[in-house]
Nanobody, 127 residues
């Protein structure tokens, strides 16, 4: 099994920034890694994804222009730079990884495509 560890969550004011990171516990080919989030009382939703070898980067409409996803393939680590944060961005953010490259080819970010999940890191944005 692969363990994913998220770091970087915290509390910021509206308009602030945070950078999340997610690292795999061991070397393994993870062709698609992404971020999801879940706010209290809401369903988990896809935020962004980044392919390792090939595929299509995805960023949800709700965060386009504000969030940037990147990846360090050598470290098997994916990052999420969050800028211009809003109160509605408050949620538990989860890192996820898929073993199939098709997960990063799809036109949508479907959580069922991801096998490995981190425990989450909390992001709180105060108005």
């Amino acid at each position: 099994q692969v363990q994913l560890v998220e770091t970087g969550g915290g509390s910021v004011q509206t308009g602030g920034s945070l950078r999340l990171s997610c690292a795999a516990s061991r070397d393994i080919d993870l062709p698609c890694m992404g971020w999801f989030r879940q706010a209290p009382g809401k369903e988990r939703e896809g935020v962004a994804r980044f392919p390792t070898h090939f595929g299509v980067t995805y960023v949800a409409d709700s965060v386009k222009g504000r969030f940037i996803i990147s990846r360090d393939n050598a470290k098997n680590t994916v990052y999420l730079q969050m800028n211009s944060l809003k109160p509605e961005d408050t949620a538990m953010y989860y890192c996820a990884a898929a073993l199939s490259p098709s997960a990063c080819i799809s036109s949508t970010l479907d959580r069922i495509s991801y096998i490995y999940w981190g425990q989450g890191t909390l992001v709180t944005v105060s108005s």
